[in-house]
């Protein structure tokens, strides 16, 4: 009935197809993973000030009532970034809970941890073929 998905060979692919490549499995990350925590995808933008780096306007993947989140997804290693630092302090502004959305095979700095631990932050691993997600530390 279905056809076995051929396996992509990223190198023979072009560069601009690589990077095409790319940005359709991160948009099908964040998508599924959108779907398996029932997020409506309510847009907001929000500037927010960070000491000697300014002001920048941020637009979190997943805003609640209840929470704020980040979803990274291609991204091997992850380090505490700017991004995150802003999404982390409008979480605590606004009082919500802050959640990070890795891919099973992302691994985080000793940093991000650090902060994620230091402002009562959750990390999620999720696995959109297994269609499951579990927290990485308590």
Request: proline fraction near 4%; hydrophobic fraction near 40%.
């Amino acid at each position: 009935m279905y056809k076995q998905a051929k396996k992509v060979n990223m190198a023979k692919l072009s560069k601009v197809a690589r990077g095409q490549f790319v940005n359709l499995r991160g948009h099908i990350f964040e998508e599924s993973a959108r779907r398996y925590i029932d997020d409506a995808g309510r847009v907001v933008q929000v500037g927010i000030d960070l000491p000697r780096k300014g002001r920048k306007f941020i637009q979190p993947d997943i805003y609640t009532d209840e929470l704020i989140g980040e979803i990274k997804s291609n991204t091997k290693k992850l380090d505490l970034t700017d991004q995150i630092q802003r999404e982390m302090k409008l979480a605590r502004m606004e009082n919500k809970a802050f959640q990070l959305m890795v891919a099973p095979e992302t691994r985080l700095t000793p940093r991000l941890q650090r902060a994620l631990f230091e402002a009562g932050g959750d990390v999620y691993r999720f696995d959109p073929l297994q269609w499951r997600m579990w927290k990485v530390f308590d």
